[in-house]
């Protein structure tokens, strides 16, 4: 069974009433996690073996770094243009060979790379018809380059199925055909192109991904916007020349008024698309519905409608967006009596109108100090719109990586009470919630900040409303790579979200707090260091530098204790076997014990965890706080 069939699984069964769908699920689950422990390295090997066969290598770049004769662990992830998952597992994320020279056609055995998330084989000479069912063989790709190769034939129609592309680039090749009006409705797309082909026919409504004449340049036979407008068939008898001749100064008039309307309207459309760069065609789309109520949890809220919130938004205009996560885009709502909110459109949600307000009922009552507390919602045709309290400071992500150079202006009491907050109320989702809940996309983006610097996690439970197959995938397969550093290296394989899942991003927030640097991208490593936050830290510990890892801006303050405590919890968290992580109930209370001279204030609202496997290693806890206390 491989992930593409499992997943097709998984969206037929959703139709199903709900016990049949458990039991479906649970058998799909059980037999994709066995497919994937007994297949899922072999078949990267293999996928990666096929593509050095397949390929003529004239400069021997495949032939001089790919060897398959070494059986470590990971051994794949050090080949020349190969990212995984992680550095230990042969887990293909994306593949990179740009430029290489190589010959033949597209790698069919590509195939075998099931969670392949980005395809470069652009600037060499390959040829031949890209697949039909692409979507089949590279299903979950985000970004796939082509571009500067002599493929020929027709553009596959079964592109449109790659629903989760974010760059599709064919430009500079020999395809001909039309563009299929199918790829249209790719809506996750941001970047395309397929100028310099052999294009002919309408250019296909992009609907919100922003494209322009450049992306289809060098093909005559296209037409339409943004090119020149296509021209229709004419129909000439003997009767119509006589009119046309008879009534020629009127058709004269006739165009010339029709020529000045035609570049009226373009220009004020091309105007139009100039001030709205950020593509929000769908809030024009909803104005009919403006007098639809937004469905308010608690009276202390004022009654609002979705004309308060077009209005508050600036029809939800681009200089309101104050954020772009996972799970939609938030903009800035203003109301006429100076009260500000944050109006989250949701990204993707295809659940029923029952299910969504059924699930918003159950979100809506979810309370507590440390979380961003939904407000109400709306719905207007297909789009689904919450309301949230304004968070005065944004995001942590924000505060922490606001200037090039990495520094950051938050000093280290701050960030400790971030950490405090943020966990406690993790950990009341994961211990003390009814029904507990598994976050599933941890991020410093999602720690909001009041005017205080009190943090507020958002986007709990949001997961549930995205595509049914985006249950356990939405961290990967979203496009959102800013985000890939947070995920645990266990999801890879089994797909499953856990609460120690949660635990391990966290345990990267906890790190950004601590050493200002992002997930993907470390500023103070050295150059010839590929990997992630995460690892850069570890390999740190192992060669007791771990004080290097620290944001030189907090060290030399009287903290130096505290910030190595803090170091050493957020590699707990961050362990690659899910076993030896803490839960969400030990890390607040390791949090708490180095920030007790602070006094921040505490949640007696947390009750102790009920799973035994806690309760055994609440002594060890006791013990560890005391030690942490007293050092």
């Known amino acids: 069974m491989t992930i593409g069939s499992g997943l097709v699984e998984l969206a037929g069964i959703m139709e199903l009433n709900s016990r049949s769908f458990i039991k479906a699920l649970v058998i799909c689950l059980w037999c994709f996690l066995m497919s994937s422990l007994s297949h899922g390295s072999d078949?990267?090997?293999?996928?990666?073996?096929?593509?050095?066969?397949?390929?003529?290598?004239?400069?021997?770049?495949?032939?001089?770094?790919w060897n398959f004769n070494n059986g470590t662990a990971g051994f794949i992830c050090s080949f020349t243009g190969i990212d995984c998952w992680h550095a230990q597992d042969n887990k293909v994320l994306s593949i990179h060979l740009s430029g290489m020279g190589l010959k033949g056609s597209f790698p069919f055995g590509i195939a075998n790379c099931s969670s392949l998330q980005t395809l470069d084989l652009s600037s060499n000479d390959l040829s031949g018809e890209i697949p039909s069912n692409i979507s089949a063989i590279i299903p979950y790709v985000t970004t796939l380059d082509l571009s500067s190769n002599s493929f020929s034939g027709k553009i596959p129609v079964g592109l449109a199925?790659?629903?989760?592309?974010?760059?599709?680039?064919?430009?500079?090749?020999?395809?001909?055909?039309?563009?299929?009006?199918?790829?249209?409705?790719?809506?996750?797309?941001?970047?395309?192109?397929?100028?310099?082909?052999?294009?002919?026919?309408?250019?296909?409504?992009?609907?919100?991904?922003?494209?322009?004449?450049?992306?289809?340049?060098?093909?005559p036979g296209l037409c339409g916007y943004p090119l020149s407008p296509c021209r229709t068939a004419s129909k000439k008898s003997y009767t119509g020349i006589v009119v046309g001749a008879l009534a020629a100064g009127v058709l004269v008039g006739t165009v010339v008024l029709g020529l000045a309307m035609f570049f009226f309207v373009r220009r004020a459309s091309m105007k139009k698309k100039e001030e709205d760069p950020e593509g929000n065609k769908w809030a024009r789309s909803i104005r009919g519905t403006k007098?639809?109520?937004v469905s308010m949890f608690g009276d202390s809220v004022f009654k609002m409608r979705l004309s308060d919130l077009m209005k508050a938004t600036d029809n939800f205009g681009k200089q309101n967006i104050i954020g772009h996560g996972t799970m939609g885009t938030i903009y800035r709502a203003r109301?006429?009596?100076?009260?500000?909110?944050?109006?989250?459109?949701?990204?993707?949600?295809?659940?029923?109108?029952k299910e969504f307000?059924?699930?918003?009922?159950?979100?809506?009552?979810?309370?507590?100090?440390?979380?961003?507390?939904?407000?109400?919602?709306?719905?207007?045709?297909?789009?689904?719109?919450?309301?949230?309290?304004?968070?005065?400071?944004?995001?942590?992500?924000?505060?922490?990586?606001?200037?090039?150079?990495?520094?950051?202006?938050?000093?280290?009491?701050?960030?400790?009470?971030?950490?405090?907050?943020?966990?406690?109320?993790?950990?009341?989702?994961?211990?003390?919630?009814?029904?507990?809940?598994i976050h599933r996309n941890i991020s410093s983006k999602c720690v909001l900040l009041n005017a205080n610097y009190d943090p507020k996690i958002s986007d709990f439970g949001l997961a549930r409303l995205m595509n049914p197959i985006d249950t356990h995938l939405s961290t990967f397969v979203n496009g959102e790579f800013g985000d890939l550093g947070y995920v645990a290296p266990e999801y890879a394989r089994t797909l499953v979200a856990t609460p120690k899942g949660d635990v391990y991003s966290f345990g990267t927030?906890?790190?950004?707090?601590?050493?200002?640097?992002?997930?993907?991208?470390?500023?103070?490593?050295?150059?010839?260091?590929?990997?992630?936050?995460?690892?850069?830290?570890?390999?740190?510990?192992?060669?007791?530098?771990?004080?290097?890892?620290?944001?030189?801006?907090?060290?030399?303050k009287g903290f130096n204790h505290e910030l190595l405590q803090f170091l050493k919890v957020a590699l707990n968290c961050v362990s690659e076997d899910p076993k030896k992580r803490p839960s969400m109930f030990e890390v607040y209370q390791l949090l708490r014990a180095i920030g007790e001279r602070y006094h921040f204030p505490s949640d007696s609202e947390i009750i102790l965890p009920l799973d035994t496997s806690d309760v055994d290693n609440i002594q060890e806890l006791i013990v560890a706080r005391e030690e942490i206390s007293y050092q």
């Open 43 to 65: 078949q990267d090997v293999s996928c990666l073996r096929s593509i050095k066969e397949s390929l003529q290598d004239p400069n021997n770049i495949l032939e001089s770094t």
């Open 161 to 219: 199925n790659c629903t989760y592309l974010n760059v599709l680039n064919l430009d500079h090749n020999r395809l001909s055909g039309q563009i299929p009006p199918q790829l249209g409705q790719l809506s996750r797309l941001k970047k395309f192109s397929i100028a310099s082909n052999l294009l002919v026919g309408p250019v296909p409504q992009f609907g919100n991904s922003t494209v322009t004449a450049e992306s289809f340049a060098n093909n």
């Open 291 to 293: 007098r639809i109520r």
């Open 335 to 353: 109301f006429e009596n100076g009260s500000l909110y944050m109006v989250k459109r949701l990204q993707d949600t295809q659940h029923s109108e």
């Open 357 to 437: 307000i059924s699930e918003m009922a159950t979100l809506g009552s979810v309370k507590h100090n440390d979380l961003v507390p939904l407000l109400g919602f709306c719905i207007a045709g297909k789009e689904r719109l919450l309301v949230y309290n304004y968070m005065a400071n944004g995001t942590v992500h924000d505060q922490l990586h606001q200037k090039e150079d990495g520094s950051s202006s938050l000093e280290w009491p701050t960030r400790l009470k971030i950490a405090i907050g943020a966990a406690r109320g993790l950990a009341w989702l994961h211990h003390s919630c009814n029904p507990r809940i």
């Open 509 to 556: 927030v906890l790190l950004e707090l601590v050493t200002s640097e992002t997930p993907t991208h470390v500023i103070k490593a050295p150059e010839n260091f590929k990997g992630n936050l995460v690892e850069w830290v570890i390999e740190l510990s192992r060669s007791s530098k771990l004080k290097d890892a620290i944001d030189k801006s907090l060290v030399g």
